[in-house]
């Protein structure tokens, strides 16, 4: 692990230095959901740790997480989850949705981790060691996995070998759901892509647009808010200049470890900047717990912090630990939490640094953020030195089609109005079978979480919509048999 | 080159060893078509030997063949040939059908090489020495490299930014250009696949129906001539149990090295088999010279020799140097030429070996052959000791669809009726654009071939309709713009 940790600190450091490059990743839950803990079997599936030649003999277990409860055999429908970074069982637990409508499916209800997360691991302990064990860590070879483990499925379950499988996937998970049905269109008669920014990639959407997005989150959440964030940058970095400064800005913000050098103050705007992205991804309308236990609507929870303040910066700190400390259990935060602290960052850390190039940037002028450009030479240059691995910024456009994927089918794309995600999604319908559902009060896949009494309209008729796409997809199966 | 030799030899016993499994090769164009020598520019474009992972860095440089002669630009098409498992400039002298084409079209033409074949070669001298070097060498691959070469030539030539790409392919080339169409429909508008025996695979195929369809061809080229091969099998199989009998046979053969082992004759047999099965494929109406200078319509003038013969070996005799001695150019008669004897073979077998796992098998029954049965774990464990690659027999099946392919679109599959690997192509339309093409004078994608005054009616109207087809998916492209 001396080499993981090696990557961290490497990491770290790449976040803080002058030509820092954003890297928003997409939330992964850190706990199960506040209230549910599904039942499933956990199962492992022997995979080939690369599918697309023939230079070695190596193998893993795939694992994944299986409820055969309301599965009545006879074909009736595979519901499969597309696991993204992460350990499969939280997704599990966060997407309710799929729970929801399994009974009246009556569907297998399967859950598929995806390739070097959660115990997936090529290579074991070593898996993360150099990009020679790493290197198979791609979408296309986390599809190849979903592909083959569905044969697997269907030949080994009673009553499902004509069973029609239905993908589902939020986030870049969602991305995987798509591209499945694009790539392997006789593995899944349809998926339902939540949230999946599959656009966010060169040339495709502006980089700053999901930072639009949040901006208008935040102001929405309290009128003013987003110029307190817009001023607070400056504030920050003035006041961190000196030693006195950074003292007081430490006990402001009830920080773990003192700030004691400009670095620190530059890695604590960081900290600050991916602190409210990820709040307006998690900006739901009730208490949950998707990355923090937070109160519903939050970000009008902060803002309020924020704009309640004389000073923009006491402000500012009671944002964050409402973000941070909603249940008073946190002694003092800690701006390293945001940046890399897990086996699951570092996977997206490389996937961003190999074919997931999905650029990112923020001008100050249409968003609340300090100025930090997009630029691909940097962004090659730092992935090169940080993982070894060339990236291939273009690739996925040519893998999976850019913005002309008109020649696929069966594929809903929901995104919710208020998530910056949104920014990279399909948001209008491109043909009568691939369809764009927008969800106005929606943060990042609302509509994939349980449903919830607080759900507003907006989710409630997108997830109908969804239900009834879904059927008709069966019937259309069930009809060509 | 030892270990390419080594192989060679190591192929060879397994040829002709007690469980021998047929493996069938494609034809692959031996020299220029008889006429014509179209021009072109030859070029190169750097590739990733892997596109699917991040393990290396290796690249090589693809060969390609372009023609802009009638490319008027502004968006004229494109005319791509997903190259096959050969030099590549083999395949454009033998595809007059796109140079009679693309004038009409006022296309770009360009024919690009298959990784590991021609000059293509992703290490060298030591791109066949090893499964570390070889194992690259996969469909999947191959398709990545064409979509790359698009996006390359469609940034580099002016005028071509927006140009419609068809793929053009015959033979495993069609496979690939139908599977390009399935799996990258955003780089190509949309494919003709000649001969493309895409369900040529494990449960999808009863594994002797193109023996059955060559003992059809053999029945009317001559009748009887079928019952003579039938018989042949034995004869020869007595006579060669002496060594006078030996002797006589290889007298009568002509054969360039006497046979002196039983051994030997159970390669003469082989050899045999797959002189019958080569010239089906090649069965053209007119003198070509695709895999050997034969006459036109040369199952009929072979067996016309065979059905003359009161001594049916010394027909089979006649009818063999006929096949590959109609010029007179030859000497003597070598009963290893049909097995594998260059680079493009032994690449074939790999493929063969890895993912391309064709089952083929006779029965003597239902052909005119002697009983050889396909085994699945004879098959692999010959693969195994041969390649030290563990064969996939179902992936293709996963990773194309097997029988479930109506999700994809604009894809013609044309098969001539006499062509043996007809039996695993799609022979009726699946959907409005996914057409069936069959020719009923056609051997092997006759249809490729440039226009002949003795062309059939058959290959006339195939090839207008589908000039009509690939006009209707540009007319289409053009009103979407």
Redesign the interface.
Known sequence: MFYVAAILICLSVAHTGGTHLLNPRFPRPKGPALKPQYSYDTKYFTQ?V????????DTFDQRYLINMKYFEGTGGPIFLYTGNEGDITMFCDNTGFMWDIAPKFKALVVFAEHRYYGESMPYGKDSYKD????????A??AL?DF??LI?HLKASIPGAADSPVVAFGGSYGGMLAAWFRM?????VIGSLAASAPVWQFEGLTPCGSSYSIITEDFQKGSPGCETYIHKSWDLLTQMGQTAAGREKLSSMFSLCSPLNTTTDVATMSSWLLSTWFNLAMVNYPYPASFLEPLPGWPVKEVCSLITASSNVLEGIAAGAMLYYNYTGQAPCLNIEESAVSSLGDLGWSFQFC??MAMPSCTDGVHDMFPLQPWNLTTYISQCKSTWK??P?P??IL?????K??T????IIFSNGLLDPWSAGGVMESLSDSLVAITIADGAHHLDLRSSNPADPQSVIEAREQEVQIIREWLQDYYSSL
């Open positions: 080939p690369d599918h697309f030649s023939f230079t070695r003999t990009p020679e064990h790493l290197g198979y860590l791609t296309e070879q190849a592909a083959r044969t790539k392997y269109p006789s593995s190999s074919e691995v060339t291939r273009y690739w040519q893998q999976f089609g850019g002309n994927i020649a696929a089918s069966n």
